[in-house]
Every structure is written in structure tokens, then in C-alpha cells.
């Protein structure tokens, strides 16, 4: 199984050590930053893929809007005119794919609810990947989402998320794979770290948190999250396809970029963002339903830098 370690543990990483002594690929951040990014010859992700989503716990409806408004976003038929948009955001995994690929398009799947915690309030990797199941194995992201009363195994010590592929029931006669993606609510357990920059980190420099854009620093912590994850899913889905580093701790397409969302981004500095005048909430991409979202810079394969909307 192949799984990604999100961005809080490179975050703390990022804060504390890299001033000091990272790797070149990692010393510099912004836009700019040069990364050693390889294609490993395997699949990515094409066609048509509905993302499932799995909810785990207590969310209320308001919470789940902000998620299921999001993914509606990366390729909603009736396009945001607010410019920079999630689907402008979500065209730049486009680079990864040769023209002859089957175009890959994102839709809003099935939703499954399980609020009465079926599997307890502490959970392991193999139980995250068995809710991951009970979601459509076919063409699909499954995405399982806890809530902030869910301790998961390695949450905020190492992970604020994985995503990774198993092996799936029999669909017309065959066993296929599907991917998943697993990501946590750390309003309460580690915002500090899984929901920066709209709490203030519990590692390096302290400069005061962003107001979050939906007003929830929780559930706004989980879409940079699922975004970063969807990156690294649709180009990196089975371990074999673009990153950089070791398999098992690959750096990904969202990754890689770990705290960097507008230019002139540098260490506890989001960089140079969009301000709404209204709630004063920082943001940089727009969504359906007016939403608007903070969403990691992505890197381009083409320069091997890091490439942000704003």
C-alpha cells in the first residue's frame, strides 16, 4: 500500500530544521524553489473518477458543505467566474498528463455517513483503509474524513493524512485497484499543526494565524489537506508515478510545497494572499456557492518549482 504523509509533519519539519540544514531541494521556498521532481513510469489517475466521501463521526451539515462545495469546485459544469478559481487551481495536475491521456475528471460521488462511530474513536491505519472500502471501488477516490473527536494512528505525531490504493472487490469479474485518501479534523487534537496558517504553529516563528475563509479552522485545515492529497493521488496513485525522494516518504505534487500558498511564501509566512474585505479571511481560489479556500501551491513538472494562483 502505497501512502503519503501530509503536510503536518513536513510542516514542523519545515519550521524547525530548514533554515538550518535541508537539502538544497528544500532550503528555499516560494515559487521559485527548484525541486529534484522525477516521473517513475506508472499510471496516474484518467477518465471519469467520482471522490466518495466517507464521513466518520460528528459533522455538522454546515462542515460538510465546506468539503462536498470544494470538490464540486475542481470541475463544476457551470464555472466560477471569481478569478483564481479551485478548477483553475486544479488544472495545473493537467502538466503531468501527455496530450494523447484520457483527460481526468473530477465529480462529486456518494456520500456515506457513519456517525455513530462504528469502529470506535481510536483508529488504525487497517481500520481507516476498511471504511475506506465501503465506498464504489470502481473510477473512484474514496475519501474517508474524521471528525475531531477521532484519534487515528500516527495523527498529528506524523500525518495529518494519507492517501494510498488497495486492492479492491471484484468489479465485471476482475479485481482492480482504487485509491483512498484519510484525512483527520485537528481542531481540537493539533491545529497547530494540521491546520496552519489559520492557527499559529506549535514549532518556529509565531506570527498571528489568518482568519480562516469559512470560519472554521478545523474543516479549512481539511481542504488543504484533501486538496494537497487529491495532487498527489491523481499523479502519484499507486507509488509509481511523480515524486521526489523515497517511496515510502515520497514528496508529492501538493507536498512538496508544504506551507506555501501565495508568492514570497518563507518559513511561518503563507505568502502574499487574497484578503476578503468583508470577514478579513485570507484566501486563494474561489469556489461554487461563493466559497472561497486557501489551497497549497502545486508543483509545476515543467520547472520543477513550486506554482501558487496568487
Same mark, same amino acid.
Not at 462511530?117 to 483503509?129: D, H, M, P, R
Not at 514549532?203 to 481539511?222: C, E, F, H, S, T
Not at 515510502?248 to 506555501?260: D, F, R, Y
Given at each position: ?6 503536510? /503536518? ?6 519550521? @524547525?530544521? $530548514? ?26 489517475? *484518467? ?17 460538510? +458543505? ?6 464540486? $469546485?475542481? $470541475? ?5 467566474? +471569481? ?15 501527455? !496530450? ?17 462511530? $462504528?469502529?470506535?474513536? !481510536? ?32 495523527? &498529528?505525531?506524523?500525518? &495529518?493524512? @494519507?492517501?494510498? !490504493? %488497495? ?11 482504487? *485509491? ?7 481542531? *481540537?487534537? /493539533?491545529?497547530?499543526?494540521? +491546520? ?7 514549532? =518556529?516563528?509565531? #506570527? ?26 491523481? @499523479?502519484?496513485?499507486?507509488?509509481? =508515478?511523480?515524486?521526489? =525522494? ?10 512538496? /510545497? @508544504?506551507?506555501?500558498?501565495?508568492? =514570497? ?6 505568502? #502574499?494572499?487574497?484578503?476578503?474585505? *468583508? ?23 515543467? %520547472? %520543477?518549482?513550486? %506554482?501558487?494562483?496568487?
Amino acid at each position: 500500500m502505497a501512502s503519503l504523509t501530509s503536510s /503536518c509533519l513536513l510542516f514542523t519539519l519545515f519550521l @524547525t530544521i $530548514s533554515i538550518l540544514q535541508l537539502s538544497s531541494a528544500r532550503r528555499h521556498t516560494g515559487s521559485d524553489t527548484q525541486l529534484q521532481f522525477q516521473y517513475h513510469k506508472g499510471p496516474l489517475l *484518467t477518465g471519469k473518477i467520482s471522490v466518495n466521501l466517507i464521513w466518520y463521526g460528528n459533522f455538522k451539515p454546515s462542515q460538510k +458543505a465546506i468539503i462536498t462545495d470544494f470538490i464540486t $469546485s475542481l $470541475s463544476s459544469p457551470k464555472p466560477v467566474t +471569481a478569478q483564481p478559481s479551485v478548477a483553475t487551481w486544479w488544472k495545473a495536475t493537467e502538466k503531468y498528463y501527455k !496530450s494523447s491521456s484520457p483527460k481526468l475528471a473530477l465529480s462529486l460521488g456518494s456520500q456515506i455517513v457513519d456517525e455513530n462511530y $462504528s469502529l470506535g474513536k !481510536s483508529l488504525t491505519t487497517n481500520q481507516i483503509l476498511k471504511l475506506a472500502s465501503k465506498g464504489p471501488q470502481a473510477n473512484a477516490i474514496n475519501v474517508v474524513l474524521t471528525s475531531a473527536d477521532v484519534a487515528v494512528e500516527g495523527f &498529528c505525531s506524523s500525518r &495529518c493524512g @494519507t492517501h494510498g !490504493s %488497495s486492492v479492491g472487490g471484484r468489479v465485471n469479474g476482475k479485481r482492480s485497484k482504487f *485509491t483512498y485518501i484519510w484525512v483527520g479534523n485537528s481542531e *481540537t487534537q /493539533c491545529p497547530g499543526q494540521c +491546520a496552519w496558517p489559520f492557527h499559529q504553529p506549535i514549532y =518556529g516563528p509565531q #506570527n498571528p494565524p489568518l482568519v480562516a475563509p469559512n470560519n472554521d479552522v478545523g474543516l479549512d485545515g481539511m481542504v488543504i489537506n484533501v486538496a494537497s492529497l487529491l495532487a498527489g493521488t491523481a @499523479t502519484n496513485p499507486f507509488g509509481n =508515478g511523480y515524486f521526489q =525522494g523515497p517511496k515510502e516518504a515520497p514528496l508529492e505534487a501538493g507536498s512538496a /510545497c @508544504t506551507g506555501v500558498y501565495g508568492k =514570497g511564501a518563507y518559513p511561518g509566512y503563507a505568502g #502574499n494572499l487574497l484578503v476578503d474585505p *468583508t470577514t478579513g479571511a485570507s484566501y486563494n481560489a474561489n469556489g461554487v456557492n461563493g466559497r472561497k479556500y486557501l489551497l497549497p501551491a502545486l508543483v509545476d513538472p515543467k %520547472s %520543477s518549482a513550486c %506554482s501558487t494562483l496568487v
